[in-house]
C-alpha cells in the first residue's frame, strides 16, 4: 500500500515527491456519477490502492457521496477496507478476482460478496461455507463478450444449475448476476448492442431457474456515462471516479463534468548551467543544441514514470512546460530549462486538473502511448500520497 499523509491544502510538506489527492474532488465526481445514474446504486471501485490513490481515504470519501458499494478485484484488497474499519454497516463490499485456495472462509467472515466465474470456485465457496456453518453472498459473473474472467454462455446453466442448488442447501445466496462490457469506450462499437442483449438473455434465464438477485450490473465507467439503459440496478465506477476521462472519444474530464483527483509534484533537486553539445542521460538520446540550463526532477521508473516516455513527457516548471529530454532513469530524469535558471527546491508538477496550465494525465498517457488509467495507477509506493479536504462540510 502506499504511504498516506493527511495535509491541508496550503500545508503540503516539502518533499521529493508528492500525489496530492483533492477529497473533495472526488466527492464532486460522485455526485456527477449518481446524476448520471439516478435509478442505480452506485459501486465506488477501489481496486489498486484505488487506482494509486489510497483506497481507504478514497473509499471513505465516496461513501460520504452517496456509494453505497465498494469494488476490489483481489480478496486481499476487500479484506483490508474491512480491516481498515468499513464494515458491513458502512458499505458492500464486492470482490471478484480469485484464484484456488484464496482465503473463501475470510471473505465470509467479512461479509464480502464474493464473485463466482466458474464451477470451480463455486465449489471453494460451497466447502468454505459448509465449514463454517455460514451462508456466503455470492455474484455469478457472465462472459457476455469480453473474453477475460465470466462463465460463458455455453456454460452458464450449468453453474446456475448449481448455485440454485447451493441456495437451496443453505450454504450460498446469489446476490447478483453481473458482467463487463469489452468496448464500451467506443462510442457505437456494434459489441455494445451484443453485450446487452446476452446480459439479459442470461440473467432471464437464471431468474428463470428460480435466483432473485439483489443486483444486476453491467456498467463500467464509460457505459455509466453514456449508456442509461445499460445502468440496471447498480453501475460500478472507477476511473470517472477519480476524474479521469474513460476514452478521449468520450471528451475529456471537463467535457464529462469530472476533476482530475491527483495531481503529481517534484521538487528541482538541481539545477546547472551546461555547454552546447553536452549529452543528456543513458544512451546520450539527448545533446544540447546550445549552451542551457538543466533542472533535474527526482522520480523515475521506479516511481511509475514510465521510461517510454522519455524526450516526450511534459512537466510545468517555473509558468512553461518543459520535457523530459534524454532516457528517464530509475529515479531522476532531466528537463531543459532553455537557458533560464529556477532555484533548487521550485515546484515541477508532472500532471493535474490542468487550472494553473499544468500537464495531465492524458497528457502523459499520450507522450507514453498508453492510456490515463496507466499512468494514475503505476505511480508507486516511494511517493506518498497526501490526502486534502478530508472534511465534506467543507464542500460547496
Known sequence: MTQSVTQS?????????????????????????RA???????????????YGHGALPCARAALQAGATWLGTATPQE??????GGITEADAR??????????????GIEAGLDLGISGLWALREVTDAARALGRTARIQLKADTGLGRNGCQPGDWPELVAAARAAEEAGHVKVTGLWSHFACADEPGHPSIDLQLTAFREMVAYAQGQGLDPEVRHLANSPATLTLPHAHFDLVRTGIA??????????????DLGLRPVMTLAASVALVKEV????????????????????GLIPVGYADGIPRNASGRGPVLVGDRWRRARGRIAMDQFVVDLGGETVEAGAEAI???????????????????????????????????????????????
Not at 471516479?241 to 471537463?254: C, D, K, N, Q, R
Open 275 to 294: 555547454p552546447a553539445g553536452h549529452g543528456v542521460s543513458y544512451g546520450h538520446h539527448y545533446v544540447t543544441e546550445r549552451d542551457t540550463t538543466l
Open 78 to 83: 476487500a479484506l483490508a477496507l474491512r480491516a
Open 9 to 33: 491544502a496550503t500545508q503540503a510538506p516539502p518533499m521529493r515527491a508528492r500525489a496530492e489527492i483533492d477529497l473533495a474532488a472526488l466527492r464532486a465526481n460522485v455526485g456527477t456519477i
Open 93 to 106: 463490499v464486492m470482490c471478484w478476482l480469485w484464484t484456488p485456495g484464496d482465503p473463501w472462509g475470510e
Open 36 to 50: 448520471r445514474a439516478p435509478h442505480a446504486a452506485l459501486m465506488a471501485v477501489v481496486k489498486s490502492d484505488a
Open 241 to 254: 471516479m477519480y476524474g479521469v476521462s474513460p476514452s478521449p472519444e468520450l471528451g475529456t474530464s471537463a
Open 350 to 396: 508532472l500532471f493535474g486538473p490542468g487550472d494553473r496550465g499544468e500537464p495531465t494525465a492524458e497528457d502523459w498517457a499520450r507522450a507514453a502511448d498508453t492510456i490515463a488509467y496507466e499512468i494514475v495507477t503505476r505511480i508507486g509506493k516511494r511517493i506518498p500520497r497526501v490526502h486534502v479536504n478530508e472534511d465534506p462540510s467543507h464542500d460547496r
